[in-house]
């Protein structure tokens, strides 16, 4: 009864009293108050800066850290995971940890390299947090964590750039509805795809299609990133970590370098190597390589390559042909940084070497064994270098040029490290011995003033004693010289600058090698992905521009504002009723054309911020330009609900799996089976939505299983984390940009300006 009363008092909707509207999303679109310029520009500023979660910092982390640490709980939360991009030395494993502290309750599987557990054992412990360390070692064997949930961190996550080795493989899979933190302070390292393949081992490849970027295997295969990737990745300015300034010089080889640089090529010359151009080359890199690093590291790579040859003969006689696994041995270290080895194929790498080069060997070898030791000039800038006394870090690519060092400034009281052993001077001692010695050294005169590394046996020390870091090999890519400097030039450091020296190649060999000239493109890299200062203004401009209007007034509401140049300023977002919301500014000219670009949408904002009163605004004047900003929201909404069932490329396979679902769902429907059609509709929800590189892993499995695994693995399919049941759209702030004459310019709008503003409604799909 109670029922039917409140029914019969409920308001009517009379048909005969509807009225038709010309354009229902102009009904959705509330411009808010009146309000001045300057307040609605920092409305506007600051809504385009990435999301922070309210969670308590730890007290241990640094202002400038706390932001990152917010930030990246805001991602994880949105999209399963982030990737955390800070400087080298500004304390990237204290905010991973605070972050794992604050997600998970339990131990954090923390993967790192097999160098870096000691030092991520001892920092968990002293900030109480429990971990389990696994080395990126024990993950290309298959061997990972088991008994940890929630949240894992993968520290230098640029080792997981490429998705066909094996860690990869064995990660991806296991990641699969877990979240994840990436950390790397380079994650690009030979092209922009390294980036995307380490987002999406956490990030399904449509996590920012709210943001308009509908792929970000698209975005960044195309080399055009979008601003978007700020939400996912985070890098502070590294002015706002307290770190040595960098000095550079550049150490030039002497003409007598050049000179005998230029007789050991020629004899090379008479090798003849192999008959396939692309295997030539490649061996000719490597022991060009090597002669432009010391000569124990050339007389080397000369005695593997006559080995090489040996071997190479000794298959031909027992009818067998060279593999591609001996060809990788002869390369050694160097096989991840030789881009000629993805040139040629398995097969072609079967073509047999010349053996002629056995003989020419036999005299190569007893020329660089009879050389004096005096006559490396390279060594020699190397002493006067360190002949001043100042604590230096010493890079080389060989371990056997750090044997050549130890040799030959034995007279220094050289510490050295290698990915193998360490000592100093001919002593040999544990590695954490020699490391500690070099960190905090004693009042003896003993102790050493300059250390000796290769790569990676460096990678990830904290050694802020170093004032001095010497590139005596120059690396393939900015990544290793970043990774280097930043062992020394990192917060913590006593020193205000630390000098760089790079050790320069000799003319012929540069031309040979093009070892500088390959630093200096991939070195404009990160910069197009957005990292570094150079890059910066690609997304991380939004941060910046919210810094600059954070203590300004804001108000979310109409304003106007006079300029020669009219148009409109203004904000939208639009978002889920699960919660997810993408905020947009765009810049409106007169003709209805509109941009997002950086550079306009500043530039248009200081002019706003300029102006303090408020100004009305003719209502209908308001309501076409409001026709005219419906146009950029109506293409924003279509693309964003047009990726609800849309997939990038999907493969054959994926395609075959949507046709038996499809199919499945048929039967289900005709044996009015609602549980199996529910759980069916689940996972064609699933397969058509975008995925994280184990996710489409499992996809390619459940393709080519049988149609009882298929039933079977159903349940056991990840949830879309987005809901996309309705989208809703929110103006978030107006400016309106007039002439500066008594009579406003008008617009005119391709669309009826009859309907009046109305609350903020949802779009339906």
Same mark, same amino acid.
């Given at each position: 009864?109670?029922?039917?009363?409140?029914?019969?008092?409920?308001?009517?909707?009379?048909?005969?009293?509807?009225?038709?509207?010309?354009?229902?999303?102009?009904?959705?679109?509330?411009?808010?108050?009146?309000?001045?310029?300057?307040?609605?520009?920092?409305?506007?500023?600051?809504?385009?800066?990435?999301?922070?979660?309210?969670?308590?910092?730890?007290?241990?982390?640094?202002?400038?850290?706390?932001?990152?640490?917010?930030?990246?709980?805001?991602?994880?939360?949105?999209?399963?995971?982030?990737?955390?991009?800070?400087?080298?030395?500004?304390?990237?494993?204290?905010?991973?940890?605070?972050?794992?502290?604050?997600?998970?309750?339990?131990?954090?599987?923390?993967?790192?390299?097999?160098?870096?557990?000691?030092?991520?054992?001892?920092?968990?412990?002293?900030?109480?947090?429990?971990?389990?360390?696994?080395?990126?070692?024990?993950?290309?064997?298959?061997?990972?964590?088991?008994?940890?949930?929630?949240?894992?961190?993968?520290?230098?996550?640029?080792?997981?750039?490429?998705?066909?080795?094996?860690?990869?493989?064995?990660?991806?899979?296991?990641?699969?509805?877990?979240?994840?933190?990436?950390?790397?302070?380079?994650?690009?390292?030979?092209?922009?795809?390294?980036?995307?393949?380490?987002?999406?081992?956490?990030?399904?490849?449509?996590?920012?299609?709210?943001?308009?970027?509908?792929?970000?295997?698209?975005?960044?295969?195309?080399?055009?990133?979008?601003?978007?990737?700020?939400?996912?990745?985070?890098?502070?300015?590294?002015?706002?970590?307290?770190?040595?300034?960098?000095?550079?010089?550049?150490?030039?080889?002497?003409?007598?370098?050049?000179?005998?640089?230029?007789?050991?090529?020629?004899?090379?010359?008479?090798?003849?190597?192999?008959?396939?151009?692309?295997?030539?080359?490649?061996?000719?890199?490597? %022991? #060009?390589?090597?002669? *432009? &690093?010391? =000569? +124990?590291?050339?007389?080397?790579?000369?005695? !593997?390559?006559? /080995? $090489? @040859?040996?071997?190479?003969?000794?298959?031909?006689?027992?009818?067998?042909?060279?593999?591609?696994?001996?060809?990788?041995?002869?390369?050694?270290?160097?096989?991840?940084?030789?881009?000629?080895?993805?040139?040629?194929?398995?097969?072609?790498?079967?073509?047999?070497?010349?053996?002629?080069?056995?003989?020419?060997?036999?005299? %190569? #070898?007893?020329?660089? *064994? &009879?050389? =004096? +030791?005096?006559?490396?000039?390279?060594?020699? !800038?190397?002493? /006067? $270098? @360190?002949?001043?006394?100042?604590?230096?870090?010493?890079?080389?690519?060989?371990?056997?040029?750090?044997?050549?060092?130890?040799?030959?400034?034995?007279?220094?009281?050289?510490?050295?490290?290698?990915?193998?052993?360490?000592?100093?001077?001919?002593?040999?001692?544990?590695?954490?011995?020699?490391?500690?010695?070099?960190?905090?050294?004693?009042?003896?005169?003993?102790?050493?003033?300059?250390?000796?590394?290769?790569?990676?046996?460096?990678?990830?020390?904290? @050694?802020?004693?170093?004032?001095?870091?010497?590139?005596?090999?120059?690396?393939?890519?900015?990544?290793?010289?970043?990774?280097?400097?930043?062992?020394?030039?990192?917060?913590?450091?006593?020193?205000?600058?630390?000098?760089?020296?790079?050790?320069?190649?000799?003319?012929?060999?540069?031309?040979?090698?093009?070892?500088?000239?390959?630093?200096?493109?991939?070195?404009?890299?990160?910069?197009?992905?957005?990292?570094?200062?150079?890059?910066?203004?690609?997304?991380?401009?939004?941060?910046?521009?919210?810094?600059?209007?954070?203590?300004?007034?804001?108000?979310?509401?109409?304003?106007?504002?006079?300029?020669?140049?009219?148009?409109?300023?203004?904000?939208?977002?639009?978002?889920?009723?699960?919660?997810?919301?993408?905020?947009?500014?765009?810049?409106?000219?007169?003709?209805?054309?509109?941009?997002?670009?950086?550079?306009?949408?500043?530039?248009?904002?200081?002019?706003?911020?300029?102006?303090?009163?408020?100004?009305?605004?003719?209502?209908?004047?308001?309501?076409?330009?409001?026709?005219?900003?419906?146009?950029?929201?109506?293409?924003?909404?279509?693309?964003?609900?047009?990726?609800?069932?849309?997939?990038?490329?999907?493969?054959?396979?994926?395609?075959?799996?949507?046709?038996?679902?499809?199919?499945?769902?048929?039967?289900?429907?005709?044996?009015?089976?609602?549980?199996?059609?529910?759980?069916?509709?689940?996972?064609?929800?699933?397969?058509?939505?975008?995925?994280?590189?184990?996710?489409?892993?499992?996809?390619?499995?459940?393709?080519?299983?049988?149609?009882?695994?298929?039933?079977?693995?159903?349940?056991?399919?990840?949830?879309?984390?987005?809901?996309?049941?309705?989208?809703?759209?929110?103006?978030?702030?107006?400016?309106?940009?007039?002439?500066?004459?008594?009579?406003?310019?008008?617009?005119?709008?391709?669309?009826?300006?009859?309907?009046?503003?109305?609350?903020?409604?949802?779009?339906?799909?």
């Amino acid at each position: 009864m109670r029922f039917a009363q409140s029914w019969l008092t409920a308001p009517a909707i009379v048909a005969e009293s509807l009225v038709g509207v010309p354009d229902v999303l102009l009904t959705a679109l509330r411009p808010g108050v009146p309000a001045s310029g300057a307040a609605v520009a920092a409305s506007l500023a600051r809504s385009l800066s990435p999301r922070e979660h309210p969670a308590c910092a730890p007290a241990w982390l640094l202002p400038p850290q706390i932001r990152s640490f917010r930030r990246i709980l805001a991602a994880i939360h949105r999209f399963g995971g982030a990737l955390l991009a800070d400087p080298v030395g500004s304390g990237k494993t204290y905010v991973a940890l605070a972050v794992a502290a604050a997600v998970n309750r339990g131990p954090t599987a923390c993967l790192v390299p097999a160098s870096l557990l000691a030092q991520w054992h001892t920092t968990a412990d002293r900030l109480s947090i429990p971990v389990t360390l696994c080395s990126h070692e024990q993950i290309s064997r298959g061997r990972l964590p088991a008994g940890t949930r929630g949240l894992v961190v993968i520290d230098e996550s640029h080792h997981f750039r490429n998705p066909e080795t094996l860690r990869y493989q064995n990660l991806a899979p296991w990641l699969v509805g877990r979240e994840a933190l990436l950390v790397s302070a380079t994650p690009i390292v030979n092209r922009i795809m390294d980036l995307v393949h380490q987002l999406l081992l956490t990030a399904r490849d449509d996590a920012l299609s709210l943001h308009g970027v509908p792929s970000l295997s698209g975005m960044v295969a195309a080399e055009c990133p979008q601003p978007a990737l700020g939400h996912l990745v985070f890098e502070q300015v590294v002015e706002s970590v307290e770190r040595p300034a960098r000095t550079y010089t550049n150490s030039m080889a002497t003409q007598q370098e050049n000179s005998a640089i230029c007789r050991s090529i020629n004899r090379l010359s008479q090798l003849r190597l192999s008959r396939s151009a692309p295997i030539a080359a490649l061996i000719q890199g490597v %022991l #060009l390589r090597a002669l *432009a &690093s010391s =000569p +124990a590291a050339y007389n080397s790579a000369l005695r !593997r390559y006559h /080995g $090489l @040859l040996l071997h190479a003969r000794e298959a031909g006689q027992a009818g067998h042909v060279l593999d591609r696994s001996a060809l990788r041995r002869f390369i050694g270290d160097m096989a991840d940084q030789l881009v000629l080895w993805e040139l040629f194929s398995s097969t072609e790498a079967a073509t047999d070497l010349n053996l002629d080069d056995l003989g020419i060997l036999a005299h %190569l #070898l007893a020329d660089a *064994a &009879s050389a =004096p +030791a005096d006559s490396d000039g390279k060594i020699l !800038r190397l002493r /006067g $270098l @360190l002949a001043d006394g100042r604590p230096t870090l010493v890079f080389t690519a060989y371990r056997d040029t750090v044997g050549y060092l130890r040799r030959q400034l034995e007279d220094f009281g050289i510490a050295w490290c290698t990915g193998e052993c360490a000592g100093i001077g001919r002593a040999s001692l544990p590695r954490r011995a020699v490391l500690d010695w070099f960190r905090k050294p004693t009042a003896s005169s003993h102790a050493p003033q300059h250390l000796v590394v290769t790569d990676v046996a460096a990678e990830g020390l904290d @050694l802020p004693r170093a004032a001095r870091v010497v590139h005596y090999d120059l690396p393939w890519t900015p990544m290793r010289l970043e990774q280097r400097e930043g062992r020394s030039v990192r917060y913590g450091s006593s020193h205000a600058a630390v000098e760089i020296v790079q050790f320069r190649l000799p003319a012929l060999l540069e031309r040979r090698l093009g070892i500088e000239a390959t630093l200096a493109r991939k070195k404009q890299l990160p910069a197009v992905a957005g990292f570094g200062s150079g890059g910066r203004r690609l997304w991380g401009w939004r941060s910046e521009l919210a810094g600059r209007y954070a203590s300004a007034h804001a108000r979310e509401g109409v304003a106007s504002v006079s300029s020669e140049r009219p148009g409109l300023l203004a904000g939208f977002a639009i978002g889920t009723f699960a919660g997810d919301s993408a905020a947009t500014v765009v810049w409106l000219e007169a003709d209805g054309s509109w941009t997002e670009a950086p550079e306009v949408i500043e530039a248009q904002l200081e002019i706003a911020a300029r102006e303090p009163a408020i100004i009305p605004i003719a209502p209908d004047e308001l309501r076409e330009w409001l026709s005219l900003l419906a146009k950029p929201i109506r293409t924003r909404l279509a693309f964003t609900r047009s990726r609800r069932w849309m997939t990038l490329e999907p493969t054959g396979r994926i395609r075959t799996l949507v046709s038996r679902l499809q199919s499945c769902m048929k039967t289900a429907a005709r044996r009015r089976d609602a549980d199996q059609l529910g759980r069916l509709e689940r996972a064609m929800t699933f397969v058509v939505g975008g995925h994280t590189a184990g996710e489409a892993a499992l996809l390619e499995r459940l393709a080519r299983a049988s149609d009882s695994e298929l039933y079977r693995l159903l349940p056991t399919l990840p949830s879309q984390r987005r809901g996309w049941e309705d989208l809703q759209v929110r103006l978030g702030g107006m400016v309106l940009f007039r002439p500066p004459h008594p009579a406003p310019a008008r617009v005119v709008s391709p669309e009826c300006p009859g309907c009046k503003p109305h609350s903020s409604i949802s779009m339906e799909p």
